[in-house]
């Protein structure tokens, strides 16, 4: 088998199996993916607003929600701040279409820094050391200024989606998450736009460009299962493994 073969592709699965004997899971049906606690799980190619994103491990569940009274307002701030991004673009002669996605990647870096010990000593601070997927809305590791890759994705493909929504981008975003056995797990955002070229939206690791590009860095795999087999996977370039042990906090979630 591949190294690409030994992927694990299950990380959501592994979050609904830990809690499909709660009563606040419902099962999936046909067009949903499971939902926890009154919110569909957030998993590859579903829609981030309004879902809730659930660790393979126990730890926060994140909430994204963009009509909640408590955190409309954030989600609004940084949505337009990508259109500042995007003018600074323009002002170095770039035409706003080709430079969207960058503009994401870039207010994501801005909006949560990478920062695993500070957020870790948050978490702990406000959810105590057994989290037992306590909901917390994104806007909170906005607030904070500081996330790690699960944080930084939700914030990518919630944009995004946002745009595609408005007509400023025609394409589909999905949260893809994977795990490498001895080395870690990681998530990111697949971009395909309506094209078909795949763009790979990796805050944490600070890659942006194609598929295709991604496999000659050498850096994490992003391909999915089904494109595998002929793409080896080369861990010694990885220059950064990123932990997926993976707000204004509130009951309304």
Partial sequence: MSEGGNRNWRRT???????????????????????????EIISRDTPV???VYLGGSEREAIVVDD???????????????VFDTVKSYEKQGYNKKDV??????????????????????????????????????????ISKKAGVCRHQVLLVAYLLERLIKYGQLEGEASVDRNAI???????????????????IID??????????????????????????EQVPFNDEDTDLVASDEETELGSDL
Avoid: C
């Fill in 181 to 199: 056995p001895g080395i870690g797990a990681h998530t990111w955002v697949r971009y395909t736009s309506s094209r078909g070229d795949i763009s």
């Fill in 13 to 39: 699965e592994l979050g609904r199996d830990r809690v499909k004997d709660s009563p606040e899971y419902q099962e999936a049906t046909d067009d949903r993916r499971g939902t926890w606690r009154g919110r």
């Fill in 67 to 81: 009509e909640r009274e408590g955190s409309r307002r954030e989600y609004d701030r940084v949505y337009n701040s």
């Fill in 49 to 51: 607003n309004g879902g």
């Fill in 203 to 228: 805050a944490s690791m600070g890659y942006i460009g194609t598929l295709e590009d991604s496999k000659k860095k050498g850096g994490w795999n992003y391909s999915r299962p089904e494109e595998m």
């Fill in 100 to 141: 969207l996605l960058n503009s994401v990647f870039d207010t994501t870096r801005t909006e949560i820094p990478y920062a695993e010990s500070k957020i870790e000593k948050i978490l702990d601070e406000e959810l105590g050391i057994n989290r037992e997927d306590k909901k917390v809305d994104l806007s909170f590791f």
